[in-house]
Antibody
Framework: QVQLVESGGGVVQPGRSLRLSCAAS????????MHWVRQAPGKGLEWVAI????????HYADSVKGRFTISRDNSKNTVHVQTNSLRAEDTAVYYC????????????????WGQGTLVTISS | EIVMTQSPASLSVSPGERATLSCRAS??????LAWYQQKPGQAPRLLIY???TRATGIPARFSGSGSGTEFTLTISSLQSEDFAVYSC?????????FGPGTKVDIK
């Protein structure tokens, strides 16, 4: 069965960096685009970024563009997001999710989600 | 950026009753609209995509409709496990955007 397990969250000071990772299993990882979506405490979902199946194409939310970088390692079935210049408003649970599409055609919505990793920005 | 709004913000419904949730886009998203269900402490679950296609394993009591800027999620007869937050997401334009959610709780 599809499993997505996020890691790397924690408490970090404003302005610092954090690298979040997501380990995937139960499907052919290299065939699927992957998303990061976040949810601030008590708030709604906010899409963060997507990376294509081969890593050649990426899109970002305006709120993180220039600060966050999504990447993937298909040899290790992992997707990452490097988060830099963190701000208080980046405090959230970060979810990794699999895109519903396959191969070159991404669907741009997610069918499987991990349980999330909590990032807290605090001095 | 396409702004998604949802109404009502919360809805109290008795088990067995029908619930109708609305989602509106600030510009047309065609039928590129997904609905998710989220329970406290859990990850979201895909319910509907393409505005009206149920995802794998989703019961028939969930149905979606609409196109352009106006969308509806209907739960025909609420079961105890359906009390949750429901969010819509457009995937017609980058960046992808979610609505703020509608909380459905027990009346």
């Amino acid at each position: 069965q599809v499993q997505l397990v996020e890691s790397g969250g924690g408490v970090v000071q404003p302005g610092r960096s954090l690298r979040l990772s997501c380990a995937a299993s139960g499907f052919t990882f290299s065939n699927y685009a992957m998303h990061w979506v976040r949810q601030a405490p008590g708030k709604g979902l906010e899409w963060v970024a997507i990376i294509s199946y081969d890593g050649s194409n990426k899109h970002y939310a305006d709120s993180v563009k220039g600060r966050f970088t999504i990447s993937r390692d298909n040899s290790k079935n992992t997707v990452h997001v490097q988060t830099n210049s963190l701000r208080a408003e980046d405090t959230a649970v970060y979810y990794c999710a699999r895109d519903r599409g396959s191969g070159r055609v991404w669907a741009a919505f997610a069918d499987y989600w991990g349980q999330g990793t909590l990032v807290t920005i605090s001095s | 950026e396409i702004v998604m709004t949802q109404s009502p913000a919360s809805l109290s419904v008795s088990p067995g009753e029908r619930a109708t949730l609305s989602c509106r886009a600030s510009q047309s998203v065609s039928s590129d609209l997904a609905w998710y269900q989220q329970k406290p402490g859990q990850a979201p679950r895909l319910l509907i995509y393409g505005a009206s296609t149920r995802a794998t394993g989703i019961p028939a009591r969930f149905s979606g409709s609409g196109s352009g800027t106006e969308f509806t999620l209907t739960i025909s007869s609420l079961q105890s496990e359906d009390f949750a937050v429901y969010s819509c997401q457009q995937y017609n334009n980058w960046p992808l955007t979610f609505g703020p959610g509608t909380k459905v709780d027990i009346k």
